[in-house]
Antibody
């Protein structure tokens, strides 16, 4: 069974930093692209960032480009999202998602339960 | 960026009746080289993460009931629930994976009339 377990969420002041992690199990992690998708309270889904299976290609939403960095450790089956210069509009539940498809052109067949990030003074 | 527009924002359907959700992309998501539409549909119930229903616009994910079907091509797509069940109450999202940034529609909330 595919499992994605996020951690690292919490409350942070504007301008602060957080590092999210996602521990994957139940599939060959190094064979799949991975992404982070977020959902602000009461709002829809927003793709944040994605990384290909090897880690060779990383993509970001314009809203986080230059502030967030995605990375992966295939040996540890772990996905990370380093978030800096956080803003109020980054407040959301962040989902770790497993991608299917070609390279970065992914749809998402498995989702974690999400971790809440709250940015507030 | 490809903008995904869903309609309606919400709809109420009687049990056993058909529910139809529309999704329109601002650009074509049909990739000519493989003749596939890079479009997926998800279901999200309150307090839960989204669940994949359909990919390639019309391919049902394993385990998804056959009352869910996807259709359309190019820029216009439809998710149909042929006979609404109580457990189908949820918000539904379309997503394009034709180009980065990957984008979702705003969601359609389905309720029981």
């Amino acid at each position: 069974e595919v499992q994605l377990l996020e951690s690292g969420g919490g409350s942070v002041q504007p301008g602060g930093s957080l590092r999210l992690s996602c521990a994957a199990s139940g599939f060959i992690f190094s064979n799949y692209g991975m992404s982070w998708v977020r959902q602000a309270p009461g709002k829809g889904l927003e793709w944040v960032s994605g990384i290909t299976d090897s880690g060779g290609t990383k993509n970001y939403a314009d809203s986080v480009k230059g502030r967030f960095t995605i990375s992966r450790d295939n040996a540890k089956k772990t996905l990370h999202l380093q978030m800096s210069s956080l803003r109020g509009e980054d407040t959301a539940v962040y989902f770790c998602v497993k991608g299917l498809g070609n390279g970065w052109a992914n749809w998402f067949d498995a989702w974690g339960q999400g971790t809440l990030v709250t940015v507030s003074s | 960026d490809i903008v995904m527009t869903q309609s309606p924002d919400s709809l109420a359907v009687s049990l056993g009746e058909r529910a139809t959700i529309n999704c329109k992309s601002s650009q074509n998501v049909l990739y000519n080289s493989d003749n596939k539409n890079y479009l997926a549909w998800y279901q999200q119930k309150p307090g839960q993460p989204p669940k994949l229903l359909i990919y390639w616009a019309s391919t049902r994910e394993s385990g998804v009931p056959d009352r869910f079907s996807g259709s359309g091509s190019g820029t216009d797509f439809t998710l149909t629930i042929s006979s609404l069940q109580a457990e189908d109450v949820a918000t539904y999202y379309c997503q394009q994976y034709y180009s980065v940034p990957l984008t979702f529609g705003g969601g359609t909330k389905v309720e029981i009339k």
